[in-house]
Each structure stands twice: as C-alpha cells, then as structure tokens.
C-alpha cells in the first residue's frame, strides 16, 4: 500500500479560488517533503521544500505568495494554489524521503488541477 | 548545475522486444539513482533503486545498470508488452537535501 498519500487526486476549481493539496506520510515521519509540478510532456520539476517546523524553501521562479506551504507535522504538509488561474492548472505531487537503508524517497499519487 | 538527461524522448516498438532507456548525468557524486515508471493521469511507481555503491539491479523484466564514472545509467526492458506503455523517469539523488533531480522522461509505446 501507499506509504504517502496525496488528497484530492484531482480537483476542478474557479479562477481566483484557493485550493489545498494534502501530503501525509502514512507510516514514517518526514521532516522534509517536496513539492513538484509537472506540466503536460514535461518533465517533473522541483516547486519548493517543506520544512516541518519552519519555512518552506521555494525554488527560483515560484512564487511563494501564491503557492503556500504549510509543514505543521512530521506526516503532514499542504500546498495551498490562491488565486488561482488557468495556467496553474498542472500535475503536483509530492514526495517524503524515509531515511534509513537505502533513503528512499516516497511520492503521492499525485493531484491533477484544473483551473477553469 | 546537475543536469540528468534521457534519451530517446519517445519510443514506440511492436511487442516482444528487447529495449534500453538511457539516462545520462553531469555530476557523477550521486547518492543513488531511481527509474520510475509515469502512467497517464496517475503518480510516480518506483521501479529500480541503485546505490552508488552497486552497478546494477534487477526486478523481474527489467534490469537498471549505473556507471557513475560515465555519468550513465540504462533501464533494459525484456521482452516488451503493451501493458509496459509508459512514461519512464530517471532520477538522481545527489548527497545534499535528499532532492531528486530528474531527466525529461521517455515516452514508451508498446504496440501489440
């Protein structure tokens, strides 16, 4: 089964809306998480890490303002898309790495946005 | 700046065959290196994890092979079948920030 879990899988929402994607590791605890986003035929690219207890750390080009993390657990953090607009609509995902043998790294299902 | 780079971008084959993917990256002090597999409209499944200690590994059809000195890694796939259809992402764990690096993918299309 799942080891991080994504919520919702896909969401359909108004332009200027809000909208939270959930990340919860189920049976280990993640200091850190990653955001990704990944626009059709594209590859994933890096959108901010989150830091459980602190700031997210955003990646050059994301605009921090529009695209809130919140790491309030160690098996949880959110990614909240304000105001959103058509071309916000994409591919996120999230991943926790699981430290120990091997440290790999776990990703959710993934959530599709579709801004209209 | 660590770049990861696949090629071919696309690959569509007649089932049965024998195929490689290549994945090709510019710092070679990697930690480990991950394929994965990308269905249309679903998340990433992690297929093959290779340390950077070990030179393959292996599951089932498929079989992933890391040359760090080359900067190279190829994801071999036996004996192809439709259900194999995929996007295919190579991924590079360097030792900082435990942050994924990834190629563009590989688009593979398994006809019957």
């Known amino acids: 089964g799942a080891v991080v879990s994504q919520h919702p899988s896909w969401v359909i929402c108004k332009s200027g809306t809000s909208v939270k994607i959930e990340c919860r590791s189920l049976?280990?605890?993640?200091?850190?998480m990653f955001w990704y986003r990944q626009f059709p035929k594209q590859s994933l690219m890096l959108m901010a890490t989150?830091?459980?207890?602190?700031?997210?750390?955003?990646e050059q080009g994301v605009e921090k303002d529009k695209f809130l993390i919140n790491h309030a657990s160690l098996t949880l953090s959110t990614l909240t898309v304000t105001s959103a607009h058509p071309e916000d609509s994409s591919f996120y995902i999230c991943?926790?790495?699981?430290?120990?043998?091997?440290?790999?790294?776990?990703f959710g299902e993934g959530s599709w946005l579709t801004v209209v | 700046k660590q770049e990861v780079t696949q090629i071919p971008a696309a690959l569509s084959v007649p089932e049965g065959e024998n195929l490689v993917l290549n994945c090709s990256f510019t710092?070679?002090?990697?930690?480990?290196l991950q394929w994965f597999r990308q269905d249309p409209g679903k998340g990433l499944t992690s297929l093959l994890l290779?340390?950077?200690?070990?030179r393959e590994q292996t599951s089932g059809r498929l079989n992933a092979s890391l040359d760090k000195s080359s900067g190279r890694s190829t994801l071999y796939i036996a004996a192809s079948q439709p259900g194999d259809s995929a996007t295919y992402l190579c991924?590079?764990?360097?030792?900082?920030?435990?942050?994924?690096?990834f190629g563009g993918g590989t688009r593979l299309m398994v006809k019957p």
């Open positions: 290779i340390q950077s200690s070990q």
């Open positions: 710092d070679s002090a990697i930690y480990n």
């Open positions: 989150s830091n459980e207890g602190s700031k997210a750390t955003y």
């Open positions: 991943s926790a790495p699981r430290t120990g043998a091997g440290n790999t790294i776990y």
């Open positions: 991924a590079v764990l360097y030792n900082a920030g435990n942050m994924l690096t």
């Open positions: 049976d280990f605890q993640a200091t850190t």
